[in-house]
């Protein structure tokens, strides 16, 4: 008898279990009234640098703080902690994304309330995080221009899965001529409608746009936690 049923019954009932955590994930961070922002890309798009200066920009108005996953290493903990905000590094071994179990275990200790925006990078990865709800209420999947502009089409998946492109690296972009009109017409062939953001955690160009988005996005979900 072929294993694969039993294989695929295995990581249903791993996802169904993923999904009951996420949940309940969901529902504190809704009445604790913090929006969970999570970054999933491919190893080395940015999501770090882009984090650090997100931090650094959100720090001295809000209560911010980090959650970041690699395999091994402290390293982007240690980096997102230049920004004064409290971070806390999740290690997986060998697993190749982020799971609600993860995020439950690494909040112990920290008290939610206190925290009006909580964001999460994930694992660098374009296909294991797709199937992991985490309980964030928007997820942040990021492009870097040095990638080029036909990941969408290849990773249908992860894009379908997140809410809001960020390309990243927008001041590398003549270097490796980058084809901006392709890319954003290849996110909304998989995506149609999705909000697109192109940016550089180097230069700042178009962080200003982004931050508007997410101060707009925190008040929309205050409103509509107290209603
Ligand atoms: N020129 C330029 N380089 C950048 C920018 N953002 C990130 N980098 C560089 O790109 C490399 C990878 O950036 P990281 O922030 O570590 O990427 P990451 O997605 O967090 O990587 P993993 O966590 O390993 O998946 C580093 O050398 C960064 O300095 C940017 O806006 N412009
Ligand atoms: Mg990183």
């Not at 994930?25 to 770090?48: D, I, N, Q």
């Not at 230049?82 to 590094?89: L, N, T």
């Amino acid at each position: 008898m072929s294993a694969e049923p039993r294989l695929v019954e295995v990581r249903k009932n791993v996802l169904k279990k993923n999904d009951v955590i996420a949940r309940a994930l969901r529902e504190r961070f809704r009445e604790a009234g913090v929006l969970v922002v999570s970054l999933v890309s491919s190893p080395g798009s940015g999501k770090t640098a882009f984090l650090e200066k997100t931090l650094t920009l959100l720090h001295p108005h809000y209560r911010v703080a980090a959650l970041v996953g690699d395999l091994a290493t402290e390293n982007d903990a240690a980096r997102l902690a230049r920004s004064h905000a409290p971070v806390k590094q999740i290690m997986t071994g060998t697993v190749c994304h982020l799971e609600a179990a993860m995020i439950q275990n690494a909040l112990e200790g920290w008290e939610l309330n206190h925290l009006d925006l909580l964001f999460i990078e994930n694992v660098g990865n374009l296909v294991c995080p797709s199937s992991y709800d985490l309980g964030e209420e928007l997820r942040f999947v990021l492009l870097s221009v040095t990638e080029g502009e036909d990941k969408p089409l290849k990773y249908p998946t992860i894009f379908n899965s997140a809410d809001v492109a960020v390309i990243t690296k927008s001041d590398l972009a003549a270097v490796v001529e980058f084809d901006e009109a392709s890319a954003k017409c290849n996110i909304q062939a998989v995506r149609p409608g999705m909000e697109v953001f192109k940016l550089s955690a180097k230069t700042g160009e178009g962080m200003v746009e982004y931050l508007e988005f997410l101060e707009h996005s925190r008040v929309r979900s205050s409103a509509v936690a107290s209603a």
